[in-house]
């Protein structure tokens, strides 16, 4: 089974612009999210895919390997999907350009859900962690995930889901963690299929796969990292990196 990374890396962030060319320990982010990814030894290959030129030559100088994309996209998704069209691939881990402390133990478990799929019943993995700080579960900026018994998404939301209509129940709170693991017909699929509905109210690509009947197995972990999404968050990395 081969299995590659790709980092999707836009330079444009909407919220934090040119975030992944930030200094971080004296390397921009997106070169340390490459060397963390590298550094992890899961994959046959890691990429960063990119519409930056500035990105692109950043991480060939540092001796990585870069593609750039030719067409616009919407999602990390359909830029990862042109990316590999005509790979030889099997598993494809989208690890976010903007997540600099990605590291082994986590991104494992992902890989492990398809090693114990003979059926190939899943068509992508991701991550969820416990969170119980009420800010943060009311944050539309963190994502929520409900699953069932077995741990397969149910939905996605940026509300916070379940509503607490009975406050005497214990309610668990997952944040989505946005690295993903494809198997590379789900994302083909995905890059064909149209935005619907739900996918365009909550702009979560994942709800995507869900309202076209996709399997999301997701996989809890405790490893919280960075999320480097603003220039505060940029300082709470260069703090523990340091």
Known sequence: MKIIA?????????????????DLGGKPV???????????????EVYVVTDSTRICETIEKEGGKAIMSQEEHETGSDRIAEAVANMEVDIIVNVQGDEPFTE??????????????????????????????????????????????RNFALYFSRSPIPYPRDESREIRYFKHKGIYAFRKRALLDFRR???????????IEAIRYLEYGKKIKMV????????????????????LWS
Do not use: C, H, W
């Open 220 to 239: 809890e972990t405790e490893v919280t990292g960075i999320e480097i999404d603003t220039p505060e968050d940029l300082e709470r990395a260069k703090a």
């Open 6 to 22: 790709m980092i999707p890396a836009r330079y444009a962030a909407s919220r934090f612009p040119g975030k992944l060319m930030k």
């Open 104 to 149: 082994r133990e986590s991104l494992e478990s992902v890989l492990n859900v398809f090693k114990d799929d003979p059926e190939e019943e899943i068509d992508l993995a991701s991550l969820m962690t416990r969170i119980t700080d009420k800010k943060e579960i009311n944050n539309p900026n963190t994502v929520k995930v409900i699953v069932d018994r």
């Open 30 to 44: 997106i070169v340390r999210t490459y060397q963390a990814a590298v550094a992890t030894k899961l994959f046959d």
């Open 193 to 203: 299929l149209p935005m619907l509905e739900l996918e365009a109210a909550e702009k």
